[in-house]
């Protein structure tokens, strides 16, 4: 099984949010159907796969340490 940290933006409400899952489709119904962070038209910019959750959550909390908007972007459109 693999585990993917994430960074989806929502147009409407001009946010990211940055979260991990086993189940990235799925997940992102969830977001979409469910208005629970404020929006339902999030659109995925990132993912990275991970063959573990710890390895997922160390690498999601990494990059909600930077607590910038531009580390986002930067990380975004940074080729792999």
Not at 37 to 60: C, H, P, Q, V
Not at 64 to 70: D, G
Request: hydrophobic share 35%.
């Amino acid at each position: 099984m693999e585990f993917c940290v994430y960074i989806i933006y929502s147009p409407s409400i001009d946010k990211y949010y940055v979260g991990h899952t086993e189940n990235l489709n799925k997940r992102m119904e969830e977001h979409r159907l469910k208005k629970n962070l404020g929006a339902n038209d999030w659109l995925l910019k990132y993912s990275e796969t991970f063959f573990t959750r710890s390895e997922a959550m160390i690498r999601e909390i990494e990059i909600k340490k930077k607590k910038r908007r531009t580390y986002l972007e930067w990380l975004i459109n940074t080729p792999i």
